[in-house]
């Protein structure tokens, strides 16, 4: 009898279905969060990505449109292109920088004329300064290498940091692009904008 007992207990058991939806519901609820949050991180990802690449071509377009430039252009053209970033966190410390590249007519190489640089602070402010070296290249992409002629280029890095992130799961890691574009007003753009009533003058070379 006891083993009859026994024994019915486990087919009783064994057939019962009470809490497999809850066993499955637990089983299936870890795969689906990260599967949900990691298309979220990867959407926003895209998103900021797709910003950064419409701040350099909106810094290089920008400073490409005028004869001349001088600081309160340039940070005029910075303060612009942060706003870009809306709604995610502004532009970080030398994260921009515009610098006007001259081809060599011979060598094809290519020679910094100037560039600048823009410092971001929490408050939006810009602060205008050299550009680091990396970030003006010597060394262009052979399709743009023409003799005699000038390119504005931009270069916009930024730290992005996704949600998880900021509890350590995920590192911060840097997005960045750059953009080159042909002065469309003239040969090339000037910097600084000469005093008033004094003439633009040659492009340098």
Known sequence: ??????????????????????IEFAMIVPIMLV???G???????????????????????????SLSVGNTDLTNFFTASDAIM???????????????LYIDPVTLRA???????????????VTLGPAVAANCPIAIPSQLA????????????????PAVGYLGAIPTFSLSDVSYTRPRQSKCVIYPTPPVGTPLGNCPT
Not at 5 to 17: C, E, F, P
Not at 86 to 100: I, N, V
Not at 111 to 125: C, D, L, R
Not at 146 to 161: A, D, E, Q, R
């Open 1 to 22: 009898m006891t083993w009859f007992r026994a024994r019915h207990s486990v087919l009783k058991l064994i057939g019962d279905r009470n809490g497999v939806a809850a």
């Open 146 to 161: 023409v003799g005699g002629t000038y390119l504005i280029f931009s270069k916009v890095t930024y730290p992005y940091t």
């Open 111 to 125: 020679k910094v004329e100037w560039n600048v640089s823009a410092t971001f602070n929490s408050a939006g402010v």
């Open 39 to 65: 298309t979220v991180e990867f959407s926003s990802a895209v998103a900021v990505n797709r910003k950064v690449t419409l701040i350099a071509r909106t810094l290089s377009d920008l400073t490409s449109q």
């Open 86 to 100: 809306t709604p995610y966190p502004p532009l970080s410390t030398q994260s921009a920088s515009l610098c006007e």
């Open 35 to 37: 599967m949900f949050f």
